[in-house]
């Protein structure tokens, strides 16, 4: 690609249990970088497209408050989904010589990116994408501090970044919506749906009419229907807050991503390996689980304002996805 493409990814906190995968599908798209802000021990490989900036939470707080106006909150790593969209602005000393930049959770399993993100929509469009585990920017002065900008019945960065209540300013920001309420702003964005996007609380993988399961192939992701639909290759799929079971082997070159487990496909399994977690308890546990996690989320979000932050999004009408 002519267009130089990276991932800024600040990390801190518990490494996924399958964080090897995610690590496998981004370096199987050498295309693009990707830079994780972080002082875990993550043994990335030198020479690799992803790479560790070696840094602590607090010192990722204090670079941010550097350029933020006014005092900001960021008490937890989970806030930082509502600083996404400052990253380009925050981090350009370590990005200048790149032409778009982006951020990603690394609860993903990528496929071939460059499939759906080429230099012909990187030439037409300022962003792709506006979903908050997704999305990419053009490194340019505009874009990088268009958060900045307040529009009416859009949530604002003074908002955002001054409460402890986690707003989802990546998705529901000034970002997202600048091209329907700014129609001045020139602003080209491109919007498209190339990925599965798992529901918290689903225990099944589906497509929204059908279950089924996603192989990685050598770097290609695909979904495949258990109703024998044909194939659909993925950009990515996202498995955000779901706790994977599985025996994948770091080095497998082929697995299986079906409901709460990874497989790895170059054992000889059969094709009851990938609906055997259909049985009723191993779903019902599943599923308190995920119940128990939402009653501390909302507990946690209450005690950090998401009351108030209601009361706002009503009154003032603030647009949501």
């Known amino acids: 690609m002519k267009n130089k493409v990276v991932f800024i990814i600040p990390y801190f906190g518990k490494i996924p249990n399958y964080f090897t995968l995610w690590l496998k599908s981004a370096e199987k798209n050498p295309e693009f970088d990707f830079l994780i802000y972080s002082d875990l021990p993550l043994r990335l490989r030198e020479h690799s497209n992803v790479r560790q900036i070696n840094i602590t939470f607090d010192a990722v707080r204090t670079k941010i408050q550097e350029k933020i106006p006014g005092k900001i909150c960021l008490q937890t790593p989970y806030k930082?989904?509502?600083?996404?969209?400052?990253?380009?602005?925050?981090f350009f000393n370590e990005i200048a010589e790149y032409d778009f930049w982006g951020f990603m959770d690394i609860d993903l399993i990528l496929g071939k990116i460059s499939d759906y993100v080429t230099d012909d929509l990187l030439d037409k469009y300022d962003k792709l994408f506006f979903e908050g585990?997704?999305?990419?920017?053009?490194?340019?002065?505009?874009?990088?501090?268009l958060f900045f900008r307040c529009y009416p019945r859009v949530l604002n960065w003074k908002y955002a970044f001054t409460t402890k209540y986690s707003c989802h300013f990546d998705e529901n920001g000034t970002v997202a919506w600048a091209h329907e309420v700014d129609a001045k702003s020139g602003i080209r964005f491109y919007t498209a749906w190339n990925?599965?996007?798992?529901?918290?609380?689903?225990?099944?993988?589906?497509?929204?009419?059908?279950?089924?399961?996603a192989i990685w192939d050598d770097g290609v992701l695909n979904y495949y229907s258990f109703d024998g639909e044909k194939n659909i290759e993925l950009m990515y799929i996202h498995l955000q807050k779901r706790e994977m079971k599985g025996d994948v082997l770091n080095d497998s070159k082929r697995f299986a991503i079906a409901r709460n487990s990874f497989y790895d496909l170059e054992k000889k399994y059969t094709d009851e390996y990938l609906t055997r977690d259909m049985d009723a308890k191993n779903k019902a546990?599943?599923?308190?689980?995920?119940?128990?996690k939402r009653r501390q989320e909302k507990i946690r979000?209450?005690?950090?304002?998401?009351?108030?932050?209601?009361?706002?999004?009503?009154?003032?009408?603030?647009?949501?996805?």
């Open 80 to 90: 930082l989904c509502d600083y996404k969209p400052a990253y380009g602005y925050v």
């Open 133 to 145: 585990h997704f999305s990419l920017f053009r490194n340019c002065t505009l874009m990088n501090q």
């Open 195 to 213: 990925f599965m996007d798992v529901p918290v609380s689903s225990y099944e993988i589906g497509n929204g009419k059908t279950e089924g399961f």
């Open 285 to 292: 546990d599943f599923m308190h689980t995920i119940a128990k």
């Open 301 to 321: 979000n209450l005690k950090n304002g998401a009351l108030k932050a209601r009361i706002c999004r009503l009154l003032l009408r603030w647009k949501s996805r």
